[in-house]
T-cell receptor, first 114, second 118 residues
């Protein structure tokens, strides 16, 4: 299975600013997934990122708020823009391995907006 | 759209005893994968066990086993000989097969928090 390095592990940010989260994978993968997990809740998919094309966003998430880059098959970034306290969550990236026989997750970024 | 339902927000088990977590799902697909993930307080998502829908045999990984009932769309997780390290939030998840769809994102249930009593 793949190994993912996700940075930063946590951050405290001022409202109105932006934070970029990075995920580096140790092998080439077709799709990367970005999730948000609000405190005590389940994971909600924000978007699916393909290399060389626009990310596909789920209902309720828009590109202006959560721009995603996928410059190559091992790296992706998620930016949380113009943050408000409601954006305080854990953000996780994920990849599928062995076609999609399994999924590996980054260690998550705990974001607090003040 | 696929939905995954976990109806037990919390479960408590005595150390060395057995606990079963329930999960049901809704899909019109015939081939798909089902997973149980564990998330301890460290927030790292850890794959516990997976099941391919085309396999009738229930998956087993050491103390973890599933009861997969395809017709009933049920996928329960049994933790045997519970240990303190099993305390975590457990998520049931579904995905389509890569071979049948280019949309193979994971859909998660709401999660079940497992507490292990010493």
């Amino acid at each position: 299975s793949a190994v993912i390095s996700q940075k930063p592990s946590r951050d405290i940010c001022q409202r109105g600013t932006s934070l970029t989260i990075q995920c580096q994978v140790d092998s080439q993968v077709t799709m990367m997934f970005w999730y948000r997990q609000q405190p005590g809740q389940s994971l909600t998919l924000i978007a699916t990122a393909n290399q060389g094309s626009e990310a596909t966003y789920e209902s309720g998430f828009v590109i202006d708020k959560f721009p995603i880059s996928r410059p190559n098959l091992t790296f992706s970034t998620l930016t949380v823009s113009n943050m408000s306290p409601e954006d305080s969550s854990i953000y996780l990236c994920s990849v599928a391995w062995a076609l999609n026989e399994g999924y590996t997750f980054g260690s998550g970024t705990r974001l607090t907006v003040v | 759209a696929q939905t995954v339902t976990q109806s037990q927000p919390e479960m408590s088990v005595q150390e060395a005893e057995t606990v079963t977590l329930s999960c049901t799902y809704d899909t019109s697909e015939s081939d798909y994968y089902l997973f149980w993930y564990k998330q301890p307080p460290s927030r790292q998502m850890i794959l516990v066990i997976r099941q391919e829908a085309y396999k009738q045999q229930n998956a087993t990984e050491n103390r973890f086993s599933v009861n997969f009932q395809k017709a009933a769309k049920s996928f329960s997780l049994k933790i045997s000989d519970s240990q303190l390290g099993d305390a975590a939030m457990y998520f049931c998840a579904y995905s389509r097969c890569y071979q049948s769809s280019n949309d193979y994102k994971l859909s998660f249930g709401a999660g079940t928090t497992v507490t292990v009593r010493a």
